[in-house]
C-alpha cells in the first residue's frame, strides 16, 4: 500500500533534485564524508547486519564505531544506558 507514495517520492527526487534514490551507497557516502560520524550498532541486531556498520566504518577514518553486546536494532540506549550517554556526549564533546 505505501509503495505508490514511496515510488512517487523517489520519481520527485529524480526530477527535482537530479538524485536516483535507488542509487543511493551509504559507502560511497561515508567514504566521501568529511564529517565525523558516530555509528552505534547492536550486535544483536536482526534487522541490519552489525557487519554494515563495520564495512562503514572501515570505509572512513573519521568514522567512529560503537558496537553494543546485548542490544538489537534501537535499544543501546536502553541496554547500557551509561555506556551510551558517556559515548555520545564525548562524541559532541570532541565533534562539537
Keep these: 500500500m505505501a ?3 514511496v515510488l512517487s517520492g523517489f520519481l520527485y527526487c529524480r526530477f ?15 567514504s566521501r564524508s568529511n564529517i565525523p560520524i558516530l555509528l552505534i550498532h547492536g550486535l544483536n541486531d536482526v534487522k541490519t547486519p552489525p557487519e554494515h556498520s563495520r564495512i562503514l566504518a572501515a570505509s572512513n577514518p573519521r568514522v567512529i564505531l560503537w558496537l553494543v553486546p546485548g542490544a538489537g ?3 543501546t540506549s536502553v541496554v ?4 551510551f550517554r558517556r559515548h555520545v556526549l564525548e562524541w559532541f564533546r570532541v565533534h562539537g
Excluded: K, Q, V, W
Excluded at 537530479?18 to 560511497?28: C, L, Y
Design 3 to 5: 509503495l505508490p507514495i
Design 73 to 75: 536494532h534501537t535499544n
Design 80 to 83: 547500557a544506558p551509561e555506556e
Design 16 to 30: 527535482r533534485y537530479g538524485i536516483d534514490p535507488f542509487d543511493a551507497s551509504p559507502e560511497t557516502a561515508t
